[in-house]
T-cell receptor, first 118, second 113 residues
């Protein structure tokens, strides 16, 4: 099956620093990737939709200047949490849809990144 | 906006028994997709089953099947012959026209020996 690699799996950083999370589709090309945030014992909340070669579409309430998303190639999307603060601590998950799969509407998920801001 | 409701925060079932997880949704769209995802303690999201709204036939994947009632906007998941490895959070999800997933709050399923 399709594999999505997310790195790092866990990161601890100091308040005020920036952290980059990578999401790669290993065996398929992904026109669209999605970024979700999950608080402990809660559901996944969509943060933004990332389209290759264009600006990301952010959900209401998500600060685009704090959560920078870049989708420079068909296999890589990155999420940068800028000037991180303790309230940004969370579990971040990416997903990717294979090109041409919209008729099947399948998303494959990365294993997630646990961000802890001290 | 679509809403997805899972009314059972926690459920428990004995090994080899059958359990049904409930999900209802609200949408004004006529063509859409519904999914059940499993999130074990590792937190890796795993697709369990999906249903295309225009198909009347209920989807089935081995021990997993759904009861899709479009008019009632209901999409329940039945797990037959439950196994210990089925212990996980189960999320019902609706895919909108923008292809993003809208998740319910989840049901924590515990399979006991």
């Amino acid at each position: 099956g399709a594999v999505v690699s997310q790195h790092p799996s866990r990161v601890i950083c100091k308040s005020g620093t920036s952290v980059k999370i990578e999401c790669r589709s290993l065996d398929f090309q992904a026109t669209t990737m999605f970024w979700y945030r999950q608080f402990p014992k809660q559901s996944l909340m969509l943060m933004a939709t990332s389209n290759e070669g264009s600006k990301a579409t952010y959900e209401q309430g998500v600060e685009k200047d704090k959560f920078l998303i870049n989708h420079a190639s068909l296999t890589l999307s990155t999420l940068t949490v800028t000037s991180a603060h303790p309230e940004d601590s969370s579990f971040y998950i990416c997903s990717a849809s294979p090109q041409g799969s919209f008729a099947k509407n399948i998303q494959y998920f990365g294993a997630g990144t646990r961000l802890s801001v001290l | 906006a679509q809403t997805v409701t899972q009314s059972q925060p926690e459920m428990s079932v004995q090994e080899a028994e059958t359990v049904t997880l409930s999900c209802t949704y609200d949408t004004s769209e006529s063509n859409y997709y519904l999914f059940w995802y499993k999130q074990p303690p590792s937190r890796q999201m795993i697709l369990v089953i999906r249903q295309e709204a225009y198909k009347q036939q209920n989807a089935t994947e081995n021990r997993f099947s759904v009861n899709f009632q479009k008019a009632a906007k209901s999409f329940s998941l039945k797990i037959s012959d439950s196994q210990l490895g089925d212990t996980a959070m189960y999320f019902c999800a609706f895919m909108n026209s923008g292809y993003a997933l809208n998740f319910g709050k989840g049901t924590s399923l515990l399979v006991t020996p």
